[in-house]
């Protein structure tokens, strides 16, 4: 049960994020219009809106139904998966919520405006300009923590495995 109240905290808190910021852009920024927010790092960070109807880096622009559709099934793939998780495994479970709220999120944006409200302008010189939302970063956090922590758990499992054969080696011979 903690697991899911887990995940409801977690996802909920991506979601409102997300939309709350995503409705502050639609209310004071027009489409293409750009703002400073700290001048110093306005090269490299500003906002941004922009529609977009594809994914990542602009793919697969014009895909709106197509990724509503693959989106959908994404998150209930992620419930099915978060349901095996073990009640131990915390960080998987945050992990899995961040996903989970922030592909809500962008789900949301295409049932409503038929694309994703995307804002987050980062700029790093001569390899990407890329504009995105808080859902897509609560998404990409969420897969590296999964990755991080599943290469960490592999580490542990190894030591343990070590560890026992280390003791098993020690012991006097009978």
Same mark, same amino acid.
Request: hydrophobic residues 50%; glycine residues 6%.
């Given at each position: 049960?903690r697991?899911?109240?887990l995940?409801?905290? @977690?996802a909920?808190?991506a &979601?409102?994020i997300?939309?709350?910021a995503?409705?502050w852009? @639609?209310a004071n920024m027009e489409?293409?219009?750009t #703002?400073e927010?700290?001048?110093p790092? /306005? !090269?490299? %960070?500003?906002?941004?809106r922009?529609?977009?109807?594809g @994914?990542a880096f602009?793919m %697969?622009?014009?895909? #709106?139904?197509i990724?509503?559709?693959l989106?959908?099934i ?7 998966i978060?349901? +095996? &998780? !073990?009640a131990? /495994?915390?960080?998987?479970?945050? /992990?899995?919520?961040?996903? %989970?709220?922030?592909? &809500?999120?962008n789900?949301i944006?295409r049932?409503? %405006?038929g694309h994703?409200v995307?804002f987050?302008?980062?700029? @790093? !010189? #001569?390899?990407?300009? #890329?504009?995105?939302?808080f859902a897509d970063h609560f998404?990409f956090v969420?897969?590296?923590?999964i &990755?991080v ?5 592999e580490?542990?499992e190894?030591? +343990? /495995?070590?560890? +026992? ?9 009978m």
């Open positions: 049960m697991k899911w109240v995940l409801l905290l @977690i909920s808190l &979601l409102a997300d939309q709350m995503k409705a852009v @639609i489409i293409g219009q #703002n927010i700290i001048p790092l /306005a !090269p490299y %960070f500003q906002l941004t922009i529609t977009n109807t @994914i602009g %697969f622009t014009g895909g #709106n139904s990724l509503l559709g989106t959908s994404v998150v209930v793939v992620l419930l099915l978060y349901r +095996k &998780l !073990p131990q /495994a915390v960080v998987q479970q945050i /992990a899995y919520a961040m996903i %989970f709220g922030g592909a &809500l999120g789900i944006d049932v409503r %405006f994703v995307d987050v302008h980062v700029v @790093i !010189p #001569n390899w990407v300009s #890329n504009v995105s939302n998404v969420g897969v590296v923590i &990755l922590d599943s290469f960490l758990e580490r542990r190894k030591q +343990k /495995a070590f560890d +026992k054969e280390q003791i098993s080696s020690d012991l006097p011979s």
